[in-house]
């Protein structure tokens, strides 16, 4: 039988999941507004920026950003559209393929990024006590790293 939250958990759950849903609606909406890009754009472009040759398989970048292959589809070509970035057959497997970077999306990167550090700081880091950052990277990471088992494992 499932186990119900302890009066404890909930005082803790409630907040987390209310300030972090409202916090990514925020942070979707500032950029939506100044650069015409959704926090799934941003954050997947700052995925192929990071990535060597600026390119990432669909598959890998399915599992990065946590999409099924018929998301990762989708949002691909939606930025396909848009020019942000391309969809290119992979020369040594001729089933996959990867998604590159354009110079239009390096381009709309370079100008989001201040403007979304700057909602990131307000919104977030501004409300965070310089001691509390530690036990904040330590919770979170040890959640991420959880999640990323967790998800493999169903994976399977």
């Known amino acids: 039988m499932a ?3 302890s009066t404890a958990e909930e005082r803790a759950w409630r907040p987390y999941i ?8 925020l942070l979707d909406e500032r ?8 926090l799934i754009d941003y954050h997947l472009l700052m995925m192929l920026a990071n990535a060597t040759d ?26 396909t559209k848009r020019g ?10 001729r089933r996959g393929y990867r998604a590159v970077l354009t110079a239009t ?26 001691d509390e950052l530690d036990c904040i ?7 991420h790293t959880h999640l990323q088992t967790d998800l493999l494992r169903h994976d399977d």
């Open 31 to 38: 950029l939506r507004e100044a650069t015409n890009l959704t």
């Open 54 to 79: 600026q390119r990432l398989r669909m598959s890998e970048l399915a599992e990065k950003m946590v999409f099924s292959r018929s998301r990762i589809t989708y949002q691909i070509n939606s930025m």
């Open 105 to 130: 999306g390096a381009e709309a990167l370079r100008i989001a990024v201040p403007l979304h550090s700057e909602s990131v700081r307000e919104l977030f880091f501004d409300q965070i006590e310089p």
């Open 84 to 93: 942000l970035v391309l969809r290119e057959s992979v020369p040594e497997d």
């Open 3 to 5: 186990r119900k939250l």
């Open 18 to 25: 209310e300030s972090s849903l409202r916090l990514e609606t």
């Open 137 to 143: 990277e330590r919770v979170f990471t040890r959640l």
